[in-house]
C-alpha cells in the first residue's frame, strides 16, 4: 500500500485548472498535472521477453480492434489539447507497425506536442531510425537485459543481440538523444552483469537505467519473485564508481526514473524503483492502448475507452471530456507488494499497456 504520510487529500479544485497557461491542462484529484501521455501503437511485438510475455504467447489484437493511424493522431491531438506536450510512442514494439514513420511524423506536427520518443526493442531500429528521426522523433528508449547474445536471446525468447546493438548505433548515427538503455535487473538471470552494462553505456555514452521487475500480469509476477531492489542496485553501481553517487536531474522526458551521477563528471545512471520505493506522487502520466483503452494507472483496472466514442462520432472536444472525467478518478497509485505477494499483481498486461 502507499505509504499513508505521503497519501494526500484529494485535490479541492477539482480535476482541472488552467493554471494560467491559456489551455486546458490535465489535474487529477491529488493535485498532480498529468502533462506526459504513452500511446501505444501494437499490442504486437516480434520478441517475447519473460517479463512481458507469458511463454505461451498472447494473440495481438485483430486489426480492425486497434486504433489506426488517423485515430492515433487524433488522441494525440486531444491530449495536446489538455496541455500533455510529452508523448512517448510504444507498443508490443512500435517498429513492428508499417505506418509508423507517418504517424510519428503526423503527430509531431501537432500544435502544443513538444516531445516525442519512443520505447524499443531495437530489433528494426536500424533501418529505421534515420527515417525516424525526420518525422520528429527525438529520442529513444531500448531495451536491453543482457550483453552476452545467448543470455539476450533467452531472456527475449529470440532477439538478436548484434541486431539491438546495431540500432543503438544508427539512433546514435541519426541524431537522437539521449539514448536510454533500459535494463530490467532479475537475481539469476542479468544480475551479474550490472557492471559490464555500466562499462558499456558509459563508453558509448549511453543513459542507462537498472529497472525493478514489475508485478505486471502473469509473466511480470513470475520475473518479479527475481526482483533485485534498487538500493542493492545502487550499492553496486556506488562500488563500480569508486564514491559516492550524486542525485542529478532527469535529463529529460519527465519520466520516473531516479538518476544520479558518479564524481569527477563520469556520466549518469537511473533505477526506476516501482516496488521498493514507488513514485505514485509525482505520476504525470496515462496510457492509451492499441486498442484506444485509456488506462490511469499501470496496477489498476479500469480503462475507459476511447475508441468507442470516436467510432460513434464524437467529436474532439466530447473526447476531452471524457478523457477530464478520467483523469478526474485517477486512483493514488498501484499497491505492488514489495514482497512479491500474489495480491500486489497488477491485472494488466505489458505488452498491452506500453510498459
Known amino acids: 500500500m502507499p505509504d499513508p504520510e505521503n497519501h494526500p487529500r484529494p485535490f479541492e479544485a477539482g480535476s482541472n485548472d488552467r493554471r494560467g497557461s491559456g489551455r486546458d491542462v490535465l489535474i487529477d484529484p491529488f493535485g498532480r498535472r498529468i502533462d506526459y501521455l504513452r500511446l501505444s501503437v501494437i499490442d504486437a511485438c516480434n520478441y517475447r521477453c519473460v517479463y512481458c510475455v507469458p511463454e505461451c504467447g498472447i494473440a495481438p489484437t485483430p486489426a480492425q ?7 492515433l493522431v487524433r488522441v494525440a491531438r486531444v491530449f495536446a489539447g489538455l496541455g500533455v506536450g510529452r508523448i512517448r ?25 513538444r516531445d516525442l520518443s519512443m520505447s524499443t526493442n531495437g530489433h528494426r531500429l536500424g533501418q529505421q531510425a534515420k527515417a525516424l528521426r525526420a ?28 541486431s539491438v546493438l546495431d540500432g543503438i548505433e544508427a ?3 541519426a541524431g537522437m538523444a539521449p539514448i536510454k538503455i533500459n535494463m530490467v535487473v532479475m537475481a539469476g538471470e542479468n544480475d551479474d ?20 521487475a514489475m508485478p505486471v500480469g502473469d509473466a ?23 564514491g559516492d553517487l550524486i542525485p542529478a536531474t532527469t535529463s529529460c522526458g519527465g519520466g520516473p526514473a531516479r538518476m544520479f551521477r558518479f564524481p569527477g563528471g563520469r556520466g549518469t545512471v537511473g533505477v526506476i524503483s516501482a516496488v521498493s520505493r514507488h513514485f505514485c506522487a509525482t505520476c ?11 488506462l490511469l494507472c499501470l496496477g489498476h483496472e479500469g480503462a475507459v475507452s476511447l475508441r468507442e466514442p470516436m467510432r460513434e462520432g464524437a467529436g474532439d472536444a466530447e473526447l476531452a471530456a471524457i478523457v477530464r472525467g478520467a483523469v478526474a478518478r485517477k486512483p493514488w497509485g498501484h499497491e505492488f507488494d514489495h514482497a512479491g505477494a500474489a495480491h500486489g499483481v497488477s491485472p494488466n498486461q505489458m505488452l498491452r499497456t506500453g510498459g
Do not use: K, Q
Open 65 to 71: 480492434g486497434r486504433l489506426s493511424a488517423a485515430e
Open 89 to 113: 510512442l510504444t507498443g508490443g514494439e512500435p517498429l513492428v507497425r508499417r505506418d509508423l514513420v507517418d504517424i510519428a511524423a503526423r503527430i509531431a506536427a501537432l500544435d502544443g506536442v
Open 135 to 162: 518525422a520528429g522523433i527525438g529520442r529513444v528508449n531500448v531495451s536491453l537485459d543482457s550483453l552476452d547474445a545467448e543470455r539476450f536471446a533467452t531472456i527475449t525468447r529470440g532477439g538478436r543481440l548484434d
Open 171 to 173: 539512433a546514435r548515427a
Open 193 to 212: 552483469e550490472l557492471e559490464a552494462m555500466l562499462d558499456f553505456t558509459r563508453a558509448d555514452e549511453l543513459e542507462l537505467r537498472f529497472i525493478e
Open 220 to 242: 511480470g509476477e513470475t520475473a518479479a519473485t527475481r526482483r533485485i531492489d534498487a538500493a542493492a542496485i545502487l550499492e553496486r553501481v556506488r562500488v563500480w564508481g569508486g
Open 284 to 294: 504525470n502520466r496515462v496510457r492509451v492502448t492499441a486498442e484506444g483503452d485509456l
